[in-house]
């Protein structure tokens, strides 16, 4: 199934949207908590700590939006509270591991090094992702005329993805064949994630 298609029929069932703002807080509540991991204890600067921030805040304004389908939904991230829980906590996870080997093949480096290069990485890769996914949801939300929104959200993703190219450019000069290297992976746990959650949306629908 199209990524524009599960979507639109995801918001058509407000238990399964409400699933579906749930996984996106979770995602963002978990890349926020990679972010914050990999800071250095004493050289984190200013743009490092503005973009955990606004991560977490993602996190917190996609929870918020689930009471504007019902308050008693998804309170917490518990497996029956997301969509394809599994495949939802393996992305980031593999993502980072399989992120780490290739840059410390391709950099040789020291233990803090490898992980700002890692935060600077598959930061951007989710950024990329991010600036993909979120106008095509809005995209869906707007055709529907629905009171939960991410604008706000698409608006820091754009800056965010400009700051991580700023800061690859400081880390290396052909970062962009790094970066791409770094896309392809991310973009086969992508859609194993997708055709998880369509999988189990067309269960659903089907019942
Ligand atoms: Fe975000
Ligand atoms: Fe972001």
């Not at 518990?78 to 780490?100: G, N, W």
Request: glycine share 2%.
């Amino acid at each position: 199934m199209e990524f524009h298609h599960l979507l639109e029929r995801i918001v058509q069932d407000g238990s399964t949207h409400a699933k579906w703002l749930n996984t996106l807080s979770f995602m963002e509540n978990a890349g926020a908590r990679k972010i914050s991991k990999c800071e250095h204890p004493i050289l984190v600067t200013q743009i490092q700590l503005k973009h955990a921030a606004e991560e977490h805040r993602h996190a917190y304004y996609l929870k918020k939006q689930i009471g504007k389908i019902d308050p008693e939904l998804c309170k917490t991230y518990e497996s029956r509270e997301l969509l394809a829980p599994v495949a939802t906590r393996q992305y980031l996870h593999s993502l980072d591991i399989k992120a780490c080997r290739y840059l410390q093949k391709a950099f040789q480096l020291t233990k803090e090094d490898l992980k700002y290069a890692a935060y600077l990485f598959v930061t951007y890769a989710i950024e990329v992702r991010a600036d993909e996914l979120y106008p095509v949801y809005q995209e869906i939300l707007t055709k529907e005329s629905s009171k939960i929104m991410v604008k706000s959200i698409i608006l820091e993703e754009e800056g965010h993805l400009e700051e991580m190219i700023n800061q690859l450019n400081e880390f290396s000069e052909d970062w962009q064949l790094h970066a791409d290297k770094i896309l392809e992976i991310e973009k086969e746990l992508h859609q194993q994630w997708i055709n998880a959650i369509t999988e189990e949306v067309s269960q659903l629908n089907y019942a």
